[in-house]
């Protein structure tokens, strides 16, 4: 034995069971089981540690970087106990039945005296399964007493997420409290001033990019928050539409908090689901309002107002695979008499080379159309070619392959003749004969497989020639085609487009 890794992991459903859980009694007590055992003598340490994660599932980091070493560098994993290690019985009785004997990884759950290389047998025991789902069952229990008592601190006024939402900070003074963020709360006021005085969300990042002002990621990055747990790094370096209405349509500005908006449906997979108004829960007056309540209600006016007017999209063919090649952004369909395609971006970034996208649908469905005959016609051409070239390699082999059993049989005759001649024994005679037919059976054998091999490729061939030749001459372009032969579409500033297929490496460029 090599490396032993010792396991260590802690959430909040074991914050009251006390101090025995901790990261460090833990610690203390795995390095306690190595010195008390000098089979662990000159043995290098690896520690893993999950620090605020459940162990209803292996979606830990430091659970994954252990288990993506086990086998390799990892020959033994210490852990305290078996819910250390996971909560899920099928999970932790796969891992300790079938993948860790597989990977001779040697397991060892300090406190229920289980250690998978002292003749435990090959098959996880009874009291081991059972106590695995006794683990599950208490982490389904403990998880719905922590959904009531969030659900009991939302209705209190209690903020309880990691970080607070931009224009707010956490208070260090009071727990679960929000206190106002005063340079991002000037910017929200900004926003819904302007929204009040009628400007459209689009018009309103316009003008945010061209005074600077740093958008909701790009804050959170000068003021080194977008590394919190629970922050995912996700959104816009400037302002975008879809962020300024998001802030507009914000209720908690107005000094209330929302929770309860989503459910846990299974606590395994972590999947959650939305659930009627009705039943979130809001609490009145729980922090400091940035913006006032006629404030908030004169922004929904104008929000209403430019939604009515929009008119309802169209079918579109192309959505979601039409690209700006400037910023990776779909490009949105404008309906008009000419229906055209642009950048949205362009509307928040007035210098962006997004502004030069403008391109007509019916010259892109022109250019599609042209694309996909081309492109198919040659890709079918392309198949056809490289059968014939594999097949023609392939009866190559199988005429060498004859060849090799006519040089065997006259191995064999000559065998014969040195025989008679008493040039050799009748043992070698024999041997010499035995090796040949044994070297003519395996040409055989090789010639049935090429046959086999040639047979398929044929087979192949035309299925593919068939598959894409039924679009070499489309009259109509379709949703069904484009989502068929196209993965992307990306469209550069002078409207040149490129297309990445779905059947070939190439990308096509006109």
């Known amino acids: 034995m090599e490396t032993v890794a010792l396991y260590m992991r802690l959430s909040s459903e074991d914050d009251h069971e006390g101090e025995s859980n901790s990261i460090g009694n833990q610690r203390d007590l795995l390095h306690s089981y190595i010195k008390e055992h000098r089979e662990f003598d000159g043995c290098s340490i690896l520690e893993f540690t999950d620090d605020g994660y459940s162990g209803v599932n292996f979606e830990r980091p430091g659970i994954q970087k252990l288990l993506s070493l086990a086998g390799k560098t990892v020959d033994c994993i210490l852990v305290k106990d078996f819910s250390r290690f996971g909560r899920n019985l099928l999970e932790v009785g796969d891992y300790l039945d079938q993948i860790f004997p597989f990977l001779g990884v040697r397991f060892i759950a300090v406190n229920e005296g289980y250690d998978s290389g002292k003749g435990m047998g090959s098959s996880v025991s009874l009291d081991v399964s059972l106590k695995a789902m006794v683990y599950e069952m208490y982490s389904r229990d403990v998880s719905e007493k922590v959904r009531s008592v969030k659900q009991a601190k939302m209705r209190k006024g209690e903020y309880q997420c990691a970080i607070a939402f931009y224009g707010y900070k956490r208070s260090e003074a009071v727990k679960n409290k929000l206190e106002i963020d005063e340079p991002a709360a000037e910017i929200i006021q900004k926003i819904f001033h302007m929204a009040g005085e009628g400007m459209r969300p689009s018009q309103i990042a316009l003008e945010l990019n061209r005074k600077g002002i740093p958008s909701p990621l790009m804050y959170r990055r000068v003021n080194h928050t977008d590394g919190l747990r629970g922050w995912k790094v996700a959104g816009d370096a400037v302002w975008m539409r879809e962020n300024v209405r998001r802030i507009l349509l914000d209720e908690r ?151 090799a059993i006519s040089r065997y049989k006259v191995i064999q005759v000559a065998a014969f003749e040195d025989y008679a001649e008493g040039r050799i024994s009748k043992q070698e005679y024999l041997s010499r004969k035995q090796e040949a037919a044994g070297h003519q059976e395996e040409m055989k054998s090789c010639i049935l497989a090429l046959n086999d091999q040639s047979a398929k490729q044929r087979e192949w061939s035309a299925e593919q020639g068939a598959s894409l030749g039924k679009y070499a001459f489309i009259k109509e372009l379709t949703r069904e085609v484009l989502i068929a032969l196209v993965k992307e579409i990306r469209v550069c500033g002078d409207n040149r487009i490129e297309i990445q297929w779905n059947f070939c490496e190439e990308v096509y460029i006109m």
């Open 253 to 403: 500005y107005t000094g209330c908090l929302m929770g309860h908006k989503r459910m846990t449906a299974d606590i395994v997979t972590k999947r959650t689901e939305s659930l009627p108004k009705e039943e979130w829960i809001v609490a009145e007056n729980t922090h400091d309002a940035i913006v006032s309540e006629a404030e908030y209600a004169k922004a929904q006016k104008v929000i209403k107002h430019y939604t009515l007017q929009k008119p309802q999209k169209p079918f579109q063919k192309f959505r979601g695979i039409l690209k700006c090649a400037c910023c990776g952004r779909v490009l949105v369909r404008k309906a008009r008499k000419k229906p055209y395609f642009i950048c949205l971006t362009a509307r928040s970034i007035k210098d962006s080379d997004c502004i030069k996208i403008h391109l007509e649908e019916a010259e892109l469905e022109e250019v599609m159309s042209e694309a996909i005959r081309t492109q198919v016609q040659l890709s079918a051409g392309n198949v056809s070619g490289l059968a014939k070239k594999v097949d023609i390699d392939l009866q190559k082999e199988i005429k060498d392959c004859q060849v």
